[in-house]
């Protein structure tokens, strides 16, 4: 950890374990007897998709990743959104749930979600760790979500600070 940036912690890991369990039970019982593919939103959301996977785990779950980069500042995203790594498999016919670690804006999700219906799915929701609604300019529907956030810079558990503390098990704010 850098000596000049201090972390505080905002949701421990106990925090996050504990409402990922309940998340997936809902999952679960939502999708029952559907097969489900959950997409991961690179990079932010590599730990909440490695645990809520891991809280379905009775569940017919296909898993796919997908990259995004948007076009902004450090801390800004643009609404202008690239694929950099597109997922393995079609997903037409499929019941689809974005696994995301957090809506800002809303520019990112508002382009996924627009991308990914044009393949036909037979179902998208979007699952979200977090949520900062002070920030949003779109309003996207956030099927299940962790916890919402306040209008502060948060990193840990995947989400970074110039590529940094994704490693980090707790959801922290940068002072
Ligand atoms: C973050 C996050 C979302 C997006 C949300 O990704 O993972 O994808 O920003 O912001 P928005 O709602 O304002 O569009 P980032 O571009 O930082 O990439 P990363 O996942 O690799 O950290």
Do not use: W
Request: net charge negative; proline share 3%.
């Amino acid at each position: 950890m850098a000596e000049s940036q201090k972390i505080k912690e905002l949701i421990s890991s106990e925090r996050i374990a504990a409402r990922i369990t309940e998340l997936g039970a809902e999952i679960a019982a939502d999708y029952s007897g559907k097969e489900l593919v959950l997409v991961g939103v690179l990079k932010g959301s590599f730990l909440f998709m490695a645990d809520l996977a891991r809280a379905i785990p009775g569940h017919d779950v296909l898993i796919d990743f997908l990259g995004l980069a948007s076009y902004g500042d450090a801390s800004n995203s643009s609404g202008v959104v690239q694929i950099t790594a597109d997922l393995t498999k079609p997903i037409a016919g499929k019941h689809v749930l974005i696994v995301e670690d957090i809506v800002d804006t809303g520019l990112t999700m508002e382009y996924l979600l627009e991308n990914l219906r044009t393949r036909h799915p037979a179902s998208v929701r979007l699952c979200s760790l977090l949520h900062k609604p002070e920030r949003a300019v779109k309003q996207v529907q956030i099927d299940y979500l962790g916890f919402t956030v306040p209008d502060l810079f948060v990193v840990g558990y995947g989400l970074d600070y110039a590529q940094r503390y994704r490693n980090l098990p707790f959801i922290g704010v940068l002072e």
